[in-house]
């Protein structure tokens, strides 16, 4: 309740004319976290400046802006705790000017104005959701990780949906499943990559185009769509996972090539590499040796440079409070998001 009553008292003090819709009529006594609310005489600019005041004067932190409709802006906020996160939305909508003549050459042209230049531009480019690809040598614990996170009561307040990826998109297939006598039952992952033998210089680069154009075409039909319906799209393992661990993949080309190649690969919004000393990771997974563990865990530190938005997170601890740092992380990218969109 202190919240809902810190937030009223600051859009109280920015003279807004203001009212809140009818099923609202009970705040601030009553906590509600989609609050919707009607206003007369203000700009986008004038909401834009009211949000940042929020933010400066409560322990919220902004992470969505979203034009809604024609002078209907949306903005969500999460609390700045990580005891106990909660998320609240303030739906601003302009009331019709009642006893004031209409222009209707001006009406119909700010109308076009708001198509072009909200709809266009931020409602269909710009995304509400995001995307988190996990890296780590074996044993950094990315699938435990990311089942806590797909059980995370606070990331399906956050999103509409948590979705997960392993590696690609998978628009296309298994390279192997186009043949008529594997059935898809058939491919899945080998228990120890590391134990066969590579592919010769040709097939490795059939197989890593074809893979490379998943990755593309992927990410513009599944991964920003699902973005766009305000979706967490989090993949286990990307296209980075090459840098540390190629062997996995049975490539014979030497690592230049998916350096090369990595420009013209989407970068998702996040990117966390889980690290922890080798011989901790060794202890939960013997099936690699302690040697092949440190290498990878060097290489993903080497070639960080290319992941666009990686930053590295110490696994040595608790799940929970693994999960912590990770939301801060996730939250602040949201958070930086979001500022670029205000005017």
Not at 8 to 24: A, M, R, T, V
Not at 126 to 138: E, N, Q, W
Not at 153 to 162: K, N, P, R
Not at 241 to 265: E, H, W
């Amino acid at each position: 309740m202190k919240d809902m009553e810190g937030i009223f008292h600051i859009i109280d003090e920015s003279k807004l004319d203001y009212y809140i819709q009818e099923n609202n009529r009970k705040l601030p006594e009553v906590d509600y976290s989609d609050v919707k609310i009607n206003y007369t005489d203000a700009s986008e600019y004038d909401l834009d400046r009211l949000i940042q005041k929020i933010v400066e004067r409560t322990q919220f932190i902004l992470i969505q802006k979203t034009v809604a409709g024609f002078h209907q802006y949306k903005y969500v906020l999460v609390t700045n705790s990580n005891a106990q996160r909660s998320k609240i939305q303030l739906r601003f909508s302009k009331s019709p000017d009642k006893g004031r003549k209409k222009n209707i050459i001006a009406s119909t042209m700010k109308y076009v104005h708001f198509i072009f230049s909200s709809i266009i531009s931020r409602q269909m480019v710009r995304s509400k959701g995001l995307s988190v690809a996990f890296l780590a040598p074996d044993g950094g614990g990315k699938t435990t990780l990311i089942n806590k996170m797909l059980k995370d009561d606070f990331y399906h307040e956050l999103f509409c949906d948590v979705e997960t990826r392993i590696f690609r998109p998978r628009i296309l297939k298994n390279l192997g499943q186009y043949r008529d006598h594997i059935k898809a039952d058939d491919i899945g992952s080998n228990p120890n990559p590391h134990n066969v033998e590579e592919h010769g210089l040709i097939k490795s680069f059939v197989r890593f185009t074809f893979y490379n154009i998943d990755f593309i075409i992927g990410d513009f039909i599944d991964t920003k769509f699902k973005k766009m319906k305000n979706h967490l799209v989090i993949f286990d393992r990307y296209y980075y996972d090459y840098f540390g661990d190629l062997k996995r993949y049975q490539y014979s080309f030497p690592m230049s090539v998916p350096i090369f190649f990595s420009r013209f690969v989407p970068k998702p919004d996040c990117v966390f590499i889980l690290d922890a000393d080798p011989q901790i990771l060794y202890n939960r997974k013997k099936e690699i040796p302690l040697e092949e563990i440190k290498e990878q865990s060097e290489r993903y530190k080497e070639y960080i440079r290319y992941m666009g938005n990686a930053k590295i997170i110490d696994v040595d601890d608790s799940v929970n409070n693994i999960l912590s740092r990770i939301t801060d992380e996730i939250i602040g990218c949201m958070n930086v998001r979001a500022y670029k969109k205000l005017k």
